[in-house]
């Protein structure tokens, strides 16, 4: 995928869009992207996001790892780490997050039931 081009958001199970973003479209660490990204996370107030947090990766981006979470709190969006065995989902702080080359998240919105992948 070169970094001009995007994919539509195609309808997922019961109506709702899902998009798909590259790796080289979001290293500019900004968690809603694109517009696109921004119009299905406003369309969908029960929207889940898996992502991979890498605190060196937005670094180099010109990014400040607080920023980016302090981006992703103002959407609305609580985050919970991804257990790379067991794929349940463990409670962590801004603190830890910061610390680690490298976690999956998951971001749901506060009072939005979420569950393990398994």
């Known amino acids: 995928m ?17 998009c798909r973003c590259g790796q080289d479209r979001c290293r ?25 947090f890498a605190p060196e990766h937005l670094r180099r ?17 609580g985050f919970r780490r991804i257990n790379e065995e067991t794929g349940e989902l ?6 830890d997050l910061e610390a680690v080359f490298s976690a999956n998240l998951e971001l749901a919105r506060d009072g939005q039931p979420s569950g393990g992948l398994r």
Do not use: K
């Not at 500019?28 to 992502?51: C, F, H, Y």
């Not at 607080?66 to 103002?74: A, G, H, Q, R, V």
């Open 61 to 77: 981006a010109g990014v400040e790892p607080s920023e980016f979470l302090d981006e992703i709190s103002s959407l609305g969006f």
């Open 28 to 52: 500019g660490g900004r968690a809603a992207d694109s517009s696109r990204n921004e119009e299905t996370i406003a369309r969908n107030p029960d929207i889940r996001i898996l992502l991979e």
């Open 90 to 95: 463990m409670d962590t702080s801004r603190q």
């Open 2 to 18: 070169d970094g001009g081009s995007h994919r539509q958001p195609r309808p997922g199970p019961q109506g709702i869009d899902s």
